[in-house]
């Protein structure tokens, strides 16, 4: 059982690891699901309220990227190629910062992060300070201007999909 602070500041409960709760649909979050088929969600990151940056997960408990199938590696990369176009096409960010993170008793996830122009003022080499950019994220980003935004583009790609 666990706990976590979703970028809207509210808490949500899970009783396993969190992308398998999520993939069971035992919460739900604010902008719901980007995308869903039998193998994959994509959703608005939970915790950080960085409009755009969407997590691609597999629905099957996996904690590394070799734990994939041949077939699910090729649908993951289709659908992360995909969701990157459409942010692309609907203007909304034209680099990313692409990061596989397998941790250990969790759910292998891919970040799209969006390259956004205040990430490099801030701290210059993005990948370098990641945990800057999410530090500053929770603290200032929390607003209700950002969430219409974070609904905005959660809408367009949802709509493109």
């Known amino acids: 059982m666990g706990k976590m602070k ?5 808490e949500i409960e899970f009783k396993e690891c969190p ?3 999520y993939a069971k649909h035992e919460f739900v979050l604010p902008c719901g699901f980007v995308y869903e088929d ?3 969600t994509i959703s608005q990151d ?3 309220p960085i409009p755009g940056f969407l997590i691609l997960s597999p629905k099957r408990c996996v904690e590394t990227l070799s734990d994939l199938t041949n077939e699910e590696r090729e649908k993951m990369f289709f659908l992360l190629e995909k969701t990157m176009k459409i942010l692309r096409n609907s203007h909304i960010c034209e680099r990313f910062d692409i990061i596989f993170e397998e941790k250990e008793n969790r759910h292998l996830h891919i970040w799209i992060l969006p390259r956004e122009k205040w990430m490099t003022e801030l701290v210059g080499s993005v990948i370098d300070h990641i945990g800057q950019i999410f530090s500053y994220a929770k603290d200032n980003l929390r607003t209700p201007q950002n969430f219409e935004k ?3 583009i959660t809408d367009i790609v949802k709509e493109q999909f």
Do not use: H, N, Q, V
């Open 6 to 10: 979703l970028y809207t500041g509210e």
């Open 19 to 21: 992308g398998c709760s």
């Open 38 to 40: 039998d193998s994959f």
């Open 46 to 48: 939970w915790e950080l």
């Open 150 to 152: 974070i609904k905005e």
